[in-house]
């Protein structure tokens, strides 16, 4: 089956500083990635679509300078929490498209619970 | 506009009741896809079905099994036998247009009970 790994699982920084999130496609190759987010006890926001090659498109509301997403490569999304503060503290999930693929079949990562203290 | 209601919160059972979690979406597609998935307290999304719009036949996968009404349209989930293992946090979502990103609904946290 497909499979989406996310780096770190779990990251605890301190205000101020940044923090990348790294979303792998390990068996196929995603020309499209995602990226939610999740609040405690709340259900996934989309908060942007990575293109490979691409500049990633943004959802209403998420800010573009604050959550950087870079998708270098067929296999690697990455996002950067930029200058984080205790309101960014949630869990993030990517999930990603299968190139040769129908539409729709999307394949999620096991998250990363970030925290910032 | 793309709409996912789960309007069920909360719901506990004791094990091997029968569970039924609504899912009620809107959408202007005419063609569309319905998800369920499911989130164990470890975070990670499990995909449980994929369901075209155009079958509109209920489909049954082990204890689990779905039923799909265009007419009103809802895609409700139903658990027979429910087991500790089934407690979580059960997502129904609805891609959004032509598009994959997917709108989800609030989740309904199940809790099974021994």
């Known amino acids: 089956g497909a499979v989406v790994s996310q780096h770190p699982s779990r990251v605890i920084c301190k205000s101020g500083t940044s923090v990348k999130i790294e979303c792998r496609s390990l068996d196929f190759q995603a020309t499209t990635m995602f990226w939610y987010r999740q609040f405690p006890k709340k259900s996934l926001m989309l908060m942007a679509t990575s293109n490979e090659g691409s500049k990633a498109t943004y959802e209403q509301g998420v800010e573009k300078d604050k959550f950087l997403i870079n998708h270098a490569s067929l296999t690697l999304s990455t996002l950067t929490v930029t200058s984080a503060h205790p309101e960014d503290s949630s869990f993030y999930i990517c999930s990603a498209s299968p190139r040769d693929r129908g539409l729709y079949e999307q394949y999620f990562g096991p998250g990363t619970r970030l925290t910032v203290t | 506009a793309q709409k996912v209601t789960q309007a069920q919160t909360e719901i506990s059972v004791v094990e091997k009741e029968d569970v039924t979690l609504d899912c009620v979406y809107e959408t202007r597609d005419t063609t569309y896809y319905l998800f369920w998935y499911k989130q164990p307290p470890s975070g990670e999304l499990v995909f449980l079905i994929r369901?075209?719009?155009?079958?509109?036949q209920n489909e049954i996968s082990g204890r689990y099994s779905w039923n799909f009404q265009k007419s009103t349209s809802s895609f409700n989930f139903t658990i027979t036998a429910s087991q500790v293992v089934d407690s979580a946090v059960y997502f129904c979502?609805?891609?959004?247009?032509?598009?994959?990103?997917?709108?989800f609904g609030a989740g309904t946290r199940l809790a099974v009970h021994p």
């Open positions: 369901r075209n719009s155009f079958d509109e």
């Open positions: 979502a609805l891609p959004l247009g032509g598009y994959n990103k997917l709108i």
